[in-house]
């Protein structure tokens, strides 16, 4: 599975779009890319997933540009209750495993 | 639908002791893996079963081991308990299809997980 890097922590305040940045330098071409939030003490829940180009859902959106060698979650106006972990993963739906690689995530934190 | 219940929510158990933990996943599906937070490591993959066999395994001791049952309510053990055993346990369910990935946007759920203390 690819390796991801993210930046360890993000400030932002209410209201304010936030975007992170994922890299994924040798993402292969059958990998698609998910972004999941995690709340201390709590299990990791999904936000987005997407192949290329953008996806946009009800809470965020994701944007992966033609090299696929990265992507970014942006998720807009935020609020003190989007403060928490978010995670990016890389992987093969159809590869013969079952598992997620997480990495050391990204810790967002809003003020008010 | 109900969610993944993992039990107990907080455990604290000696050094040497053993421990089970449960996950009971979403109704309908076959695929339970179990994952291990620590501070230090982050979240790791521990094992991964589904129709109570061992479908995958990460790089974890013999003293982690795990199981199914026919109703897919899957349980963890961990024997002889080591302080570096202390962590947050989480269980994840899935429909059970190979691809982990592309089922998350429809069937790949956490539990609240089980907060897990050696003393």
């Known amino acids: 599975l690819a390796k991801t890097t993210q930046p360890i922590s993000m400030d932002s305040y209410e209201g304010q779009e936030v975007n992170i940045t994922c890299s994924h330098n040798n993402i292969a071409t059958n990998d698609y890319i998910t972004w999941y939030q995690q709340f201390p003490s709590q299990g990791p829940r999904f936000i987005i997933q997407g192949y290329k180009t953008k996806v946009t859902n009800e809470v965020a959106s994701l944007f992966i540009p033609a090299d696929r060698k990265s992507s970014t979650l942006s998720l807009p106006r935020v609020s003190l209750s989007d403060t928490a972990v978010y995670y990016c993963l890389v992987g093969d739906p159809g590869g013969a495993t079952n598992k997620l690689i997480f990495g050391t995530g990204t810790l967002l934190a809003v003020q008010p | 639908k109900a969610g993944v219940t993992q039990t107990p929510r907080y455990l604290i158990k000696t050094r040497g002791q053993q421990v089970t933990l449960s996950c009971s996943p979403i109704?309908?599906?076959?695929?339970v893996s179990w994952y291990q937070q620590t501070p230090g490591q982050g979240l790791q993959f521990l094992f991964e079963y589904f129709s109570e066999t061992q479908r995958n395994k990460g790089n974890f001791p013999g003293r982690f081991s795990g199981r199914q049952f026919s109703n897919s309510r899957s349980e963890m053990n961990v024997s002889t308990l080591e302080l570096g055993d202390s962590a947050l346990y989480l269980c994840?369910?899935?429909?059970?299809?190979?691809?982990?990935?592309?089922?998350?946007?429809?069937?790949?759920?956490f539990g609240s997980g089980t907060r897990l203390t050696v003393v």
């Open positions: 994840a369910s899935s429909l059970g299809g190979l691809g982990a990935i592309a089922e998350a946007n429809y069937g790949y759920t």
């Open positions: 109704s309908g599906h076959r695929s």
